[in-house]
T-cell receptor, first 109, second 115 residues
Framework: DAKTTQPPSMDCAEGRAANLPCNHS???????VYWYRQIHSQGPQYIIH???NNETNEMASLIITEDRKSSTLILPHATLRDTAVYYC??????????FGTGTSLTVIP | GAVVSQHPSWVICKSGTSVKIECRSL??????MFWYRQFPKQSLMLMAT?????????EQGVEKDKFLINHASLTLSTLTVTSAHPEDSSFYIC???????????FGPGTRLTVT
């Protein structure tokens, strides 16, 4: 079962930062947080992952709270192509991904 | 790198027939592959995990005799939907990972319609 909760939808103005929150209050000490996104009728695309430190790559930044019970994915300058469903996933010890309901992000021109 | 393909991208079949979906890792060796199902406007649901050369592990509630999974090589896994019925119509997505990383690389999905 999914161990994450996310808001069902969010809007963001084009060019602004999109901040997508995720709660994972039951996360264990060695479980990683992964973020993927899915554009309509395509397979999910990897964005970023982390354990306890903040992470940044060319796509996004991941901020994980000190208690690891929540995290925020930041898309620094959202474009129309970033419109998608964003999934926050906790990788369980068996290495499976259990997807939650995700956040449908709409970037508005 | 890390490209996963699926074939076919869509398929229509008649009720009672079987359909095979292929999942290939094109530029890496996939020690583990995963199969998901996604109904319209819903999230991905993990169906099974397969390791190369061994039997797949199915999630609770997924019928192993109906959804046959074969992972015979490090680059190919197949999902066969046997005796398909309209309720099996869905978007089937596979993913793959290497032995060195837990990151999953997803295929583009296969849309199955059973009439």
């Amino acid at each position: 079962d999914a161990k994450t909760t996310q808001p069902p939808s969010m809007d963001c103005a084009e060019g602004r930062a999109a901040n997508l929150p995720c709660n994972h209050s039951t996360i264990s000490g060695n479980e990683y947080v992964y973020w993927y996104r899915q554009i309509h009728s395509q397979g999910p695309q990897y964005i970023i992952h982390g354990l306890k430190n903040n992470e940044t790559n060319e796509m996004a930044s991941l901020i994980i709270t000190e208690d690891r019970k929540s995290s925020t994915l930041i898309l620094p300058h959202a474009t129309l192509r970033d419109t998608a469903v964003y999934y926050c996933i906790v990788r369980v010890t068996g290495n499976q991904f259990y997807f939650g309901t995700g956040t449908s992000l709409t970037v508005i021109p | 790198g890390a490209v996963v393909s699926q074939h076919p991208s869509w398929v229509i079949c008649k009720s009672g027939t079987s359909v095979k979906i292929e999942c290939r890792s094109l530029d890496f060796q996939a020690t583990t592959m995963f199969w998901y199902r996604q109904f319209p406007k819903q999230s991905l649901m993990l169906m099974a995990t397969s390791n190369e050369g061994s039997k797949a592990t199915y999630e609770q509630g997924v019928e192993k005799d109906k959804f046959l999974i074969n992972h015979a090589s490090l680059t190919l896994s197949t999902l066969t939907v046997t005796s398909a019925h309209p309720e099996d119509s869905s978007f089937y997505i596979c993913s793959a990972r290497t032995a060195h990383s837990y990151e999953q690389y997803f295929g583009p999905g296969t849309r199955l319609t059973v009439t």
